[in-house]
């Protein structure tokens, strides 16, 4: 798949809510994944596919999603971004939230390489 192809997967997958099947079959073994920050101050990237696994499988756990939107994709070269908006309660704290952020994805050899997400600032 090109960078394009690659890209209306992630479009297509996210809509459906198909986290596994997007890491299963998009995503490189190597993966880099970046958030903007982390809850308990640890490194705010994760390498390989079973490091973001498991950042997928917590935020299955620990968030009931309301609506999920994934609006783009926006392709140059190697490169796409993503802009996610989630209506979210964190199950420990009850706490209902409206996120929105945008992921910034890079492609080699048809597999998605790294991605870094950026939140909405304000």
Request: proline letters at 2%; zero cysteines.
């Amino acid at each position: 798949m090109n960078t394009e192809e690659v890209a209306q997967k992630v479009i297509e997958l996210v809509r459906k809510q198909a986290w596994h099947e997007a890491l299963d079959t998009l995503y490189d073994k190597n993966i880099v994944s970046v958030e903007a920050r982390t809850m308990d101050g640890s490194s705010p990237e994760t390498h390989g596919i079973d490091g973001v696994r498991g950042k997928t499988d917590w935020w299955l756990q620990n968030m009931q999603v309301h609506s999920f939107k994934a609006n783009g994709p926006f392709v140059a070269h190697d490169r796409f971004v993503v802009q996610y908006d989630a209506d979210v309660t964190d199950k420990n704290s009850k706490k209902r939230m409206q996120l929105s952020e945008v992921g910034v994805y890079t492609v080699k050899d048809g597999k998605i390489v790294r991605e870094e997400f950026l939140p909405r600032a304000g």
